[in-house]
């Protein structure tokens, strides 16, 4: 069993920045592949980022392309959101997800579909106040 926990939520202005943080435990972390996920109050969740579960190649929604980085540490079992240029659409519980086998290799529908996904941490907020 895989345990995700994220930390780094919080309040702040737009324009702003924040990093989140998850720590993953319970498996080998380098095997996994790591993103996030959000859910606005009122929405359905929706893909952030990951990491590609075959490859080192990295994938954004537009809403955040540019202005939000995933990247991990495989020593510290981490993987990290950094915000930046925050807004106020950008409001939502994070959720950090881990995906644990390889193949196949992922399309853009099935990057973006949370059902591909086997852990989920319990999430953190972001306000984005205006």
């Known amino acids: 069993q895989v345990q995700l926990v994220e930390s780094g939520g919080g309040l702040v202005q737009a324009g702003g920045s924040l990093r989140l943080s998850c720590t993953a435990s319970?498996?080998?972390?380098?095997?996994?592949?790591m993103g996030w996920f959000r859910q606005a109050p009122g929405k359905e969740r929706e893909f952030v980022t990951a990491?590609?579960?075959?490859?080192?190649?990295?994938y954004y929604a537009d809403s955040v392309k540019g202005r939000f980085t995933i990247s991990r540490d495989n020593a510290k079992n981490t993987v990290y959101l950094q915000m930046n240029s925050l807004k106020p659409e950008d409001t939502a519980v994070y959720y950090c997800?881990?995906?644990?086998?390889?193949?196949?290799?992922?399309?853009?529908?099935?990057?973006?579909?949370?059902?591909?996904?086997?852990?989920w941490g319990q999430g953190t907020q972001v306000t984005v106040s205006s």
């Open positions: 997800v881990a995906k644990d086998s390889q193949l196949p290799p992922p399309t853009i529908a099935t990057i973006n579909d949370l059902n591909e996904y086997d852990y």
């Open positions: 319970g498996r080998t972390f380098s095997s996994f592949a």
């Open positions: 990491f590609s579960w075959y490859n080192s190649n990295t």
